[in-house]
């Protein structure tokens, strides 16, 4: 999609922006100007999907079979990062590199995710993105999923926490559900949370504030499963009184609401964290959503994400908030869709895009990244820089003029200048680390990626199905983005230079 700018004088601008005024929430919200703002510093809001595709935005997919209104307006009225990737191919660690601004492999977990009762990933003491911008003056707040581990307390210290599979657990008895959970949020930086543990798929299904459970738990459900599409299920586990899985997404976003409004009236800027719970598993679309895409009920289901981001910037305009917030929409990896699903609908979720979510393919972590800041975002702007969900820290300290602490941030890169379109400097990001969920690595170099693999890294091709194949993988992403010709035969020295660089990243991490 190309977008055409066009320069108009100051005056004319504003005799339009105040005709905006008949428009919707989310247009009338993305005028310039700069009455009504009481900081230079922005608010930010950043909002992860939760297994939302890049092809699944019509405005960076034509042929995408989900109407997204407010995410095209995103695009319209502020920057698009055409070359964005989760640091990981699934949640937990995409989750740990966005806060932490380093790659999740440096942590405990060298593979796969987390389950609802695992301890906490994020390590005592680190710094993170909350953290760092409530040491420079921001209010902070995480309304959403959270998936990154949490510190339950026992009933009888001297027994195990639970018994049984992680995945699927029954013994559960010992799990004080009326104690404070630690090594959530509030421990992570963050003033004020509202949370559930993990996807909406995994137990326990609960909310928790500030630490505290909202509701006893006294439910245990046998998981869900309807045969009406695959993508509608979760599993067995403890509920709380309060919880309904088909209501969640509009309840967290109800909070994220109440808080943005709430902080309408004060000079000091925030930081809402919204780790949204859709359209991950089970695909559970409100009745005004159902046939609004051509996609089935995931495609319905991403509609609602959409509204979401609607309601978003309706709360924005509401409390006066519009011009001066820094809002952020992108996904914690891609979508898990099938082949068998883009031939049933006809719809790319992850655009053109080999794989899906969970593999080193480019479809596993490619990633929508879309901005806008009216104050200072230009509209309709677009940049090809090579960003990776690590940076956000880096950036928020550029943008608040402060270095980070030398022990964090180690894989964050600033976007700070790609953000505003000015010349990109010295230290912008060359080379991106990727990680799948079986902790396998890719290596991105410019236009060039090498896949230290001989299959996909995740679900769509496993190392046994692919153990004919070269023990690597290199492809030329400017000539052919859907990895169809590996070349690692032609470029040996090249595949070589590469692996050792991987190597030595993974190491050390990135040189300041």
Not at 83 to 95: F, G, K, L, W
Request: charged residues 25%; neutral net charge; aromatic residues 10%.
């Amino acid at each position: 999609m190309k977008i055409k700018m066009i320069m108009i004088s100051k005056k004319d601008f504003l005799t339009i922006c105040g005709m905006s005024v008949g428009l919707s929430p989310l247009s009338s919200s993305l005028c310039y100007g700069t009455e009504g703002i009481k900081s230079t510093t922005p608010n930010i809001i950043y909002i992860l999907a939760d297994d939302m595709g890049y092809g699944d935005i019509r405005a960076l997919n034509s042929s995408s079979r989900i109407p997204t209104p407010a995410l095209d307006r995103m695009v319209a009225d502020g920057i698009t990062f055409t070359d964005a990737h989760s640091n990981s191919a699934v949640s937990t660690p995409t989750r740990y590199g966005t806060l932490t601004g380093r790659y999740a492999f440096r942590s405990r977990l060298k593979k796969g995710v987390l389950v609802g009762h695992d301890s906490t990933l994020i390590e005592k003491g680190r710094e993170t993105v909350a953290s760092f911008l409530k040491k420079n003056g921001y209010r902070t707040a995480c309304i959403g999923k959270w998936h990154l581990g949490l510190n339950w307390q026992c009933k009888d210290k001297d027994h195990p926490l639970f018994e049984g599979d992680p995945w699927n657990i029954k013994d559960t008895k010992n799990v004080d559900y009326t104690a404070r959970v630690g090594g959530g949020p509030a421990d992570c930086g963050f003033d004020y949370s509202y949370i559930i543990p993990a996807s909406l798929d995994i137990a326990p299904y609960l909310y928790i504030e500030n630490g505290w459970p909202t509701a006893p738990v006294t439910r245990y459900s046998e998981g869900w499963k309807s045969k009406e599409a695959r993508g509608m299920w979760y599993r067995p586990g403890d509920v709380a009184d309060d919880f309904a899985h088909d209501n969640c997404l509009q309840h967290l976003t109800e909070q994220s609401v109440q808080y943005i409004k709430k902080n309408g009236n004060s000079n000091q800027p925030f930081f809402l964290y919204f780790p949204l719970t859709a359209p991950h598993t089970p695909w559970l679309p409100s009745p005004e959503f159902r046939g609004k895409s051509g996609a089935g009920v995931y495609g319905d289901f991403a509609c609602m994400v959409d509204d979401v981001v609607r309601q978003i910037y309706q709360a924005l305009e509401e409390s006066g908030q519009a011009q001066n917030t820094l809002v952020i929409f992108t996904s914690d990896n891609g979508s898990h869709w099938l082949p068998s699903d883009i031939k049933s609908f006809g719809h790319c979720a992850n655009g053109d895009y080999s794989g899906m979510k969970s593999d080193l393919w480019e479809g596993g972590h490619r990633v929508p990244y879309l901005a806008t800041w009216p104050a200072q975002i230009k509209p309709g702007t677009r940049s090809d820089q090579l960003l990776c969900s690590t940076d956000l820290m880096a950036t928020c300290a550029e943008m608040v003029g402060k270095k980070l602490p030398k022990d964090a941030g180690e894989d964050s890169y600033s976007f700070w200048k790609a953000l505003r379109s000015e010349p990109a400097g010295k230290r912008m990001r060359q080379t991106m680390i990727y990680h799948s969920i079986d902790g396998l690595f890719g290596f991105r170099q410019q236009e060039w990626v090498l896949l230290d693999c001989k299959g996909s890294g995740g679900w769509s091709l496993s190392e046994k199905g692919a153990e004919k194949r070269p023990s690597m993988q290199l492809y030329n992403l400017k000539t052919d983005p859907s990895e169809q010709t590996n070349l690692v035969e032609q470029h040996p020295s090249r595949a070589k230079a590469m692996k050792q660089l991987l190597e030595r990243q993974i190491e050390k991490g990135r040189t300041r």
